[in-house]
């Protein structure tokens, strides 16, 4: 069974642009979470996404947004892009909402902000 | 305070150790606790996973929440270079609440 899959897998934008990540989860699984990983604040939870729908949200400013497809594939974007963005961004799916605790990780996008 | 602490190390032990990974936390609502193991340039992997206090034993890894303590604990057996990663502890509220994480201690086994 093929793993979780994010594309693109780098990606390097300027201050001010808008950038849209991939993610495809594990066949099957219907709820995808995003996260952000830094050196300074580790690992970061940013939503999650189940039946095409936010359940959760974190402490994040606006500019972050996402969605998922009846597919359940799912992207996630930031518009004019900080600096600060750098960063490691992960995917995770699960089955369901009752095995969320049971994610599993994509190998992440290594987001560079010039 | 952050809701999670854990000792970024990095910590050194010699192959065969056992090795001893701690994390606290301040909200006594967690239920769910979880320990992911993370190589460098690769998405984290979830190890273990335990629903409120207790130990849980796998192979190796052996996982044991204090929820009196708002203390987890992994330890790892037989230690091995392969197990040279950063391992990040994680818990939750509930299977459907958001996941907060550990900032993660990078472990380095030597030969």
């Known amino acids: 069974k093929a793993g979780v899959t994010q594309t693109p897998r780098y990606l390097i934008k300027t201050r001010g642009q808008q950038v849209t990540l991939s993610c495809s989860p594990i066949?099957?699984?219907?709820?995808v979470s995003w996260y952000q990983q830094t050196p300074g604040q580790g690992l970061q939870f940013l939503f999650e996404y189940f039946s095409e729908t936010q359940r959760n949200k974190g402490n994040f400013p606006g500019r972050f947004s996402g969605r998922q497809f009846s597919n359940s594939r799912s992207e996630m974007n930031v518009s004019t892009l900080e600096l600060g963005d750098s960063a490691l961004y992960l995917c995770a799916s699960s089955l369901d909402r009752t095995t969320y605790n049971e994610q599993f990780f994509g190998p992440g996008t290594r987001l560079t902000v010039l | 305070q952050k809701e999670v602490e854990q000792d970024p190390g990095p910590l050194s032990v010699p192959e065969g150790a056992i090795v001893s990974l701690n994390c606290t936390y301040s909200?006594?609502?967690?239920?769910?606790f979880m320990w992911y193991r993370q190589y460098s340039r690769k998405g984290p992997e979830l190890l273990m996973y335990?629903?409120?206090?207790g130990n849980k034993e796998d192979g190796r890894f052996t996982a044991q929440v204090d929820k009196s303590s708002k203390y987890i604990s992994l330890f790892i057996r037989d230690s091995q270079p392969s197990d040279s990663a950063t391992y990040l502890c994680a818990m939750s509220r509930s299977s459907a609440s958001k996941i907060i994480f550990g900032s993660g201690t990078r472990l380095s086994i030597r030969p």
């Open positions: 335990t629903y409120s206090s």
């Open positions: 909200n006594s609502a967690f239920q769910y």
């Open positions: 066949s099957g699984h219907r709820s």
